[in-house]
């Protein structure tokens, strides 16, 4: 794996908002950053195809395992109030976008390992999806990339569309001030109505519940089928989200409240339990010191890679803050990431049910945070 030095487009930052990318930049300098492109080989390409279909089989089974364990379920953060509904959803396997986006720490060598999930309220979608095919179009148009992500998320919007009812789905966010949420809604929101579906949008705090529990949106209609850009964990500790519980079955939740048996980080060590020495993982425990002394510690739950310390016998490399409850904590064998000269890539791999659609790639120290810059890619052969 390669990082060619490259000239910015003039106007870059026109062209990049006009597709959708209004976060490109801030006072800090560009997010977006084209002043650089990573280049795979078609052989690299196959295998972190490889790594991200084979995790996904083994994020399958380990839903399994911690479905039929109270106490696992419990150390993956999901509130006693929730396990009935996340082990019901789980075995009734709902209609889902079933998409995310594994991290991956690689530098082009061995086998691609796995550094954690993004699979309930995945972000950098837009980017990895619509905006470095455009670049990549200007710039390399010889060139291919690893990206079927639009194709295959529209594809999955037609594969499920007959059985949202009335073949209507609402869909949700916070109001962000960047518009990073709103923009990647609305973008799912366009795939769906390319489906065929109608849509109608609100914010999140606009959807509210009558009498009877229905969940209904800012004009009273109830709300069948529902996408939304909000974590479960959050909305599973607010009063709202234990109100639905009784009607939950009642409307389609996209993506589904299983999901919260991915979107935690404790998962990692229950894979590692169940897949010793899978040359995609990496050693993880919820045990301080059972990984060895070169470790991440990361929360349970949480975000954009806040409360994180990388220490190394008993040196702490980097860490970062956040609000985060850092009592419960995983451990993770730190992996020796590659700086190719402006930091460490992290290969975020795209899932679509199953099959492995796409890469973007972002950038950062030793903690990916949100601070971290993507950069596109091209295959060079």
Known sequence: MQRLTLEPRPGWQASVAELGLLWHSDADGPYWDESAAYALSMEQVETLETATEEVHRLYLEAGDAIVRDDLLMASCGIPGTYHRAVREAWQR???????????????????????????????SLLEASIIQWYWKEERFPDRDQFNSLHEKLLARWQAISGAMPGRRVWFTHVADHAHEDTMTTTYLRDLAEQAGLETRGLLIEQIGLDANGHVLDQDDYRITALFKLYPWEWLAAEEFGQAILPRMAETIWLEPVWKMLWSNKAVLAVLWDLFPDHPNLLPASLIPGAVGPDFVAKPVLAREGANIEVVSHGKILARSHGSYDASRMVYQQRYPLKDFGRGYPVLGSWIVAGEAAGLGIREDGLITGNRARFVPHIILD
């Open 93 to 123: 396997r709902g209609p889902a976008l079933d998409f995310g986006r594994f991290d991956f720490a690689w530098d082009g060598t061995g086998q691609p390992r796995l550094l954690e999930y993004n699979c309930d309220t995945p972000t």
